[in-house]
Structures are given as structure tokens and as C-alpha cells.
């Protein structure tokens, strides 16, 4: 079934990479040995698969140059160093594809009238890249805690975008449960911490009356990981 690419993330690291509009998937391509022989039938070349290689993932979207993950792209063009990248589709999707890459090119802040400040970046693969399509089983219990805030609506595995709104206190706790999970937590696109499955995180804190997003990725070995969303709105 086909699916709307919006709430597709790429993660370098541990960080996702805020304000794309386009990330391309590894392009993978294959060369061939020609094994024609004087005897081969019909006088046709033949042919066996020779090296593969990743291809180059492309990106493009609006510049942050406050955002971990853009300064996560430039600082690892400048070190050469290859990086861990994912693709994470949408959660209902059940897919994601994990790569190795070399960033090979950055540039950000591209200025054209009447138009956004825009950034894009290439990642060359390095090695092979793994299309993963089996999703994992995802959290079976998510809550918050804070003076006023009510989650909305009420946690299933199935739903991933939540809002947790009415916080009166100064700071509010994520309560991730999922087992056999490894669970990361990020507030506002940077990580934050890895959570223990039905322990509260750190205190979340609020300086004013607002709204911040957090990101719980649950993720098993071998399998894509599930994202959940939930905004949640300080209003006082």
C-alpha cells in the first residue's frame, strides 16, 4: 500500500536531522564481468554481477544552524569519518533502511530571494546498506507526568502522535515500557537519553509557558524502529 513520505526522519548518529524536504535512499547499483567465451551461444556477451556499491543519499531541506544533527553532517564532513545513518519511514510503514556513510558534501545556508535559507548534503554509502522491513513490537506502555497534563489520546502500541497538554508544573518525566527494546529519548530533535523500559527519564524542563516535542524511538535488533511523538504544552 502506498504511503505519504511526511514523518520520514534521517538520523546521524544518534541525532535526527531537523527541516528536510527531501532525503533520497541509498541508490544501490551493481558492476558486471563480461564472461563471454568464443563458444557462447549465439554469439551474445555474457555476463556475472561484480562489486556493488551504496550509491550517494542526497538531502535537502531549511537551514538550523543550531540544530544537533546539521552540526552532526558538518562536523563529520570535516572529520571524513564514517558515520551510522538511518532512514526511518513513517512508523505505520514498518520500514528503515541503516547505512554506514562518508559525508562528502555540506552547504549551509544557501540564500535566494524570497525564499528560505536552505542547506544540502551528500553521504556517500560505505559498505552495504540494509533495507529493514520488519518493524518492532514498539512500546507497550507510554506515560508523563506533570502538574495539569493530560495525555490525549489514550496510549495503544498503534498510535504514534500524542498531546500531553494543561502542564502547569516547571518540568515533566517520560515513562517508556517496552521489552526486549532499547528506548531513546529526544526533546525538541536532540537526544536527550536512553531510557530503562517502566522508569521514568530525566526531569524535562519548562522556562516558560510553551510547547516542546518529544521523540520516544523503540527499536529492536535487526528490526526498524517505532517512533512515537507527543507535544507537549506548558500553559502556565
Do not use: H
Amino acid at each position: 500500500m502506498s504511503r505519504r513520505s511526511v514523518g520520514t526522519k534521517l538520523m546521524i548518529g544518534l541525532n535526527a536531522v531537523a527541516g528536510l524536504t527531501s532525503i533520497g535512499a541509498p541508490p544501490k547499483t551493481a558492476d558486471t564481468l563480461d564472461t563471454t567465451t568464443l563458444d557462447s551461444d549465439g554469439g551474445y556477451r555474457t555476463f556475472t554481477g561484480g562489486f556493488k556499491d551504496g550509491g550517494e543519499v542526497s538531502i535537502s531541506g531549511y537551514f538550523e544552524p543550531g540544530d544537533a544533527g546539521q552540526l552532526a553532517l558538518d562536523t563529520a564532513f570535516e572529520s571524513g569519518d564514517e558515520t551510522d545513518f538511518q532512514i526511518l519511514f513513517p512508523a505505520e510503514f514498518g520500514a528503515s533502511w541503516q547505512f554506514k556513510g562518508v559525508v562528502t558534501g555540506f552547504t549551509g545556508g544557501n540564500a535566494d530571494l524570497e525564499e528560505l535559507l536552505a542547506f544540502e548534503a551528500t553521504i556517500k554509502v560505505s559498505g552495504k546498506p540494509v533495507l529493514v522491513t520488519q518493524p518492532s513490537a514498539g512500546l507497550s506502555g507510554l506515560s508523563l507526568s506533570g502538574t495539569g497534563g493530560i495525555l490525549s489520546p489514550a496510549f495503544s502500541s498503534d498510535e504514534q502522535y500524542y498531546t500531553f497538554d494543561g502542564v502547569t508544573a516547571g518540568s515533566v518525566t517520560v515513562t517508556a515500557t517496552g521489552a526486549g527494546q532499547t528506548i531513546k529519548l529526544y526533546v525538541d530533535g536532540d537526544f536527550q537519553e536512553n531510557l530503562t523500559s517502566g522508569q521514568p527519564s530525566s526531569a524535562i524542563p519548562f522556562v516558560a509557558a510553551g510547547s516542546r516535542k518529544l521523540t520516544i524511538v523503540a527499536n529492536e535488533e535487526g528490526k526498524a524502529p517505532v517512533t512515537y511523538e507527543v507535544i507537549v504544552v506548558k500553559t502556565a
